[in-house]
C-alpha cells in the first residue's frame, strides 16, 4: 500500500491560506531555506543544492514517502513535513507513520499553522493504514517538545543516533 495523501486547505489567524501539497524539485530550495531556519539547522543546512536535488528525487520516487510542501495563497513554502509510511512485524504487524523535518516560517510560527499539519498527517497515517504516528526531536528543543505533547505525543522511548 503506497501513502495515502488527502486535501486540505487551512485559514490561519491573520488571513493567510495555506495547502499542502506534495513538494516538487522547483520547491527544494525553498524547502531547504525552510531546515536552515532555526538554530539547529542554520548549522548543519546549505550549501551544494545538487546533494538536496538527489535526496528529492529519491523521496518522490518512493511510494512510501510523501515530502510536503504547504502553500500560501501566493504559491510560496510556508511549512514543510517529510511522511514516510514504515510497514512492519511488530506490534501485529502494524504500519507506522514517520514524521521528519518539520518546519513552519518563523512570521507564521505560533497560528496553529503546525497543529493543523498535524491534524492533517493523521488523516493521512488513517488513509494509509498506519496505527501509529512517530517523530524524534532533538533533546535542546524544548519549544516543539511542548508543541508535540500538546498535540498527544508522548516521549515514551529514547532515540539513539550514530552519526558516520
Ligand atoms: C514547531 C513548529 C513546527 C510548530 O509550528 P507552529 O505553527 O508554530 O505551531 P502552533 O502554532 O500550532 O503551536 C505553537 C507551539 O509550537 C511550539 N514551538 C516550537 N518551536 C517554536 C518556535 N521556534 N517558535 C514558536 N513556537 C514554537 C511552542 O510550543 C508553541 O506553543 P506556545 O506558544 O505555547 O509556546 C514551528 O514552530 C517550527 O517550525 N519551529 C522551529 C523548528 C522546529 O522546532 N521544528 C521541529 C523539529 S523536531
Redesign the pocket.
Known amino acids: 500500500m503506497t501513502i495515502h495523501v488527502v486535501d486540505a486547505c487551512w485559514a490561519l489567524p491573520d488571513g493567510t491560506r495555506c495547502q499542502p501539497s506534495r513538494a516538487c524539485l522547483e520547491d527544494v530550495p525553498a524547502v531547504v531555506r525552510?531546515l536552515a531556519?532555526?538554530p539547529l539547522?542554520s548549522a548543519r543546512e546549505g550549501g551544494d543544492m545538487g546533494t538536496y536535488e538527489r535526496a528529492f528525487q529519491e523521496i518522490d520516487a518512493d511510494p512510501h514517502q510523501f515530502l510536503t510542501a504547504v502553500r500560501n495563497d501566493a504559491g510560496d513554502v510556508v511549512?514543510t513535513m517529510q511522511l514516510t509510511v514504515i510497514p512492519g512485524l511488530s506490534r501485529g504487524g502494524a504500519r507506522r507513520l514517520q514524521i521528519e523535518?518539520?518546519?513552519?516560517?518563523?512570521t507564521?510560527?505560533?497560528?496553529?499553522?503546525?497543529?493543523?499539519?498535524f491534524t492533517w498527517a493523521e488523516t493521512v497515517a488513517l488513509a494509509s493504514g498506519c496505527s501509529l504516528l512517530q517523530?524524534?526531536?532533538?533533546t535542546s528543543?524544548p519549544?516543539?517538545h511542548?508543541?508535540?505533547e500538546?498535540l498527544g505525543y508522548r516521549p515514551s522511548h529514547v532515540g539513539f543516533k550514530k552519526q558516520l
Open positions: 525552510l531556519d532555526d539547522g511549512g523535518s518539520v518546519r513552519v516560517t518563523s507564521l510560527r505560533r497560528q496553529e499553522l503546525g497543529e493543523r499539519m517523530l524524534t526531536t532533538d528543543r519549544d516543539a511542548r508543541f508535540y500538546r
